[in-house]
């Protein structure tokens, strides 16, 4: 049980010039491309501009004001996702440095947020506690605040996302008032509550969660995915810090997914959340750890032949799905029609709902259901084949996909089967169309543009001293992060 799997237990819904066709580019060029805003031609500007600040207004709409509590999907009732609080608490200071809110607004949304988080109980009571041992249920109770059901997991990859915003919180609030000092006391207090060595049953590594009953989930974050940055942050805690070694049982099975996939050598992991999560928050361009250092790339450049790689899965189309081309692609974890089989003279079509859609060398799951989000979550790996792809998918689909959020969680233009959805819809001469979108698929979306735009996230997160600690006990150097013996 990889971490891959963790998505597939959700209960929920959930520069070169740049060009049409532009082909691979070579890791010096590649580094030069986040700031290739100004060569767009003035109609990807306007659809970069537009989705940026679209999906914005998603989470600054969405969210509880009184709480800072985001739900997992909207529209419609959903209970909050504390991973997505994570995506949200950073989404708000991209709103205050494009001029979608003012500081102050985003200040009273933090610090609400903050406070919530901080007053919020932690016991091992089953109904009673949104968390426990400084971790939080990954689902929490619009109203109440509390875990949201008894199938709920307290989970450390979902604490880890809601830290990052955390973090990102005390880092970019940096004045000298008493409001954002008390978000840097707030921030700084709910990081080192977290109690990372009690979340490790089976050291060095780290438990997936835990259940009432003192169950931890049987499976660790082990192997290259989204548990990167939850080693990160637990490397780097004043407090609660795991040992170094941890990093090192981390990555100990990359070599099961080290190799070629679609023309692309790279360390794989097929949904492409498992690429942006991590990147979001962390700027890997330039600094490797032991791992990287021996294969020569960094992570950043792994991920961008990851993205590649699904454009070329989706030129190959081996599942002869409808749409899939070299500007129409992306799987991730994703909303999808549903659990049905469809069958017709060409064979048999297995679709499915929420699930960890990818493809890549650890396997392979794609039932024709296209995410926008793995496309412009991967925006600041590959803007060359990204923006064109966003540019398509919308003026191919744009009526029915595209709204006053952005893009829809998902769209499958495979499935016709006259049926009850548990979510989306059937378009005529189109296929099923999601009705929601997910927070965690709109946070890589927002953030990715504006790392891609501005390196803005990625410069605010080196300057927090927890990161740039856990970096180095995992044995990261070079880059921003100097060419230092790394931290013990």
Do not use: C
């Not at 207004?57 to 959903?78: C, I, M, N, Q, R």
């Not at 932690?122 to 109904?127: F, I, L, R, T, V």
């Not at 426990?132 to 880890?160: I, N, P, Q, W």
């Amino acid at each position: 049980m990889t971490g891959k799997l963790s998505r597939l237990l959700r209960t929920t819904a959930f520069t070169a010039l740049l060009v049409l066709g532009a082909t691979w580019q070579s890791p010096a060029t590649a580094r030069t491309a986040e700031h290739g805003y100004a060569a767009l031609p003035k109609q990807q500007q306007q659809l970069i501009d537009d989705l940026e600040q679209r999906t914005f207004e998603w989470f600054w709409h969405s969210a509880d004001p009184k709480t800072g509590l985001v739900p997992d999907s909207a529209p419609g009732h959903s209970f909050s996702s504390i991973a997505a609080v994570g995506f949200g608490l950073t989404a708000y200071g991209v709103g205050v440095e494009r001029g979608y809110i003012t500081r102050a607004q985003a200040i009273e949304r933090t610090l609400a947020t903050l406070r919530f988080f901080s007053n919020a109980p932690q016991n091992d009571s089953e109904d009673d506690a949104a968390g426990y041992h400084g971790f939080y249920y990954h689902f929490l109770d619009m109203r109440t605040g509390k875990r949201a059901m008894r199938s709920v997991e307290l989970s450390s990859v979902d604490t880890t996302l809601l830290l990052g915003g955390v973090l990102f919180a005390a880092s970019y609030y940096d004045r000298d008032t008493p409001q954002e000092k008390e978000i840097r006391q707030l921030a700084d207090a709910i990081y080192r509550d977290v109690d990372w060595t009690w979340m490790q049953p089976r050291k060095p590594l780290i438990s997936m969660g835990w259940t009432p009953g003192g169950r931890f989930i049987p499976a660790d974050w082990k192997g290259y995915d989204e548990g990167m940055l939850v080693y990160i942050l637990a490397l780097g805690s004043p407090t609660h810090p795991v040992g170094s070694e941890a990093w090192q049982a981390w990555l100990s099975t990359n070599h099961l997914t080290w190799g070629a996939f679609q023309g692309q050598t790279f360390l794989n992991f097929a949904p492409l959340f498992g690429h942006q999560y991590t990147e979001v928050w962390v700027d890997f361009r330039g600094i490797r750890d032991a791992w990287s250092r021996e294969h020569h790339l960094d992570y950043f450049e792994n991920s961008r032949r990851a993205v590649y790689s699904q454009r070329s899965y989706a030129i190959a189309n081996p599942g002869h799905w409808t749409g899939y081309g070299k500007n129409v692609w992306g799987l991730t974890a994703s909303n999808g029609p549903g659990d049905f089989v469809e069958k017709s003279g060409t064979g048999e079509h297995q679709f499915n709902g929420y699930t960890a859609r990818g493809a890549g060398l650890d396997y392979i799951s794609d039932d024709g259901t296209i995410a926008p989000t793995a496309a412009g979550g991967s925006i600041a790996f590959a803007p060359e084949i990204v923006i064109p792809a966003l540019q398509e998918m919308k003026q191919r689909y744009g009526q029915w996909i595209y709204n006053e959020y952005g893009f829809v969680d998902a769209f499958n233009p495979s499935f016709h089967i006259k049926t009850d959805l548990r979510t989306g819809k059937l378009v005529p001469g189109l296929g099923w169309v999601d009705t929601l979108q997910l927070g965690i698929d709109q946070g890589p979306i927002v953030l990715m543009i504006e790392n891609w735009r501005s390196d803005f996230v990625w410069k605010v997160m080196k300057k927090n001293p927890y990161v740039r600690k856990g970096l180095e006990r995992a044995g990261f150097a070079g880059g921003w992060l100097g060419t230092g013996t790394p931290a013990q």
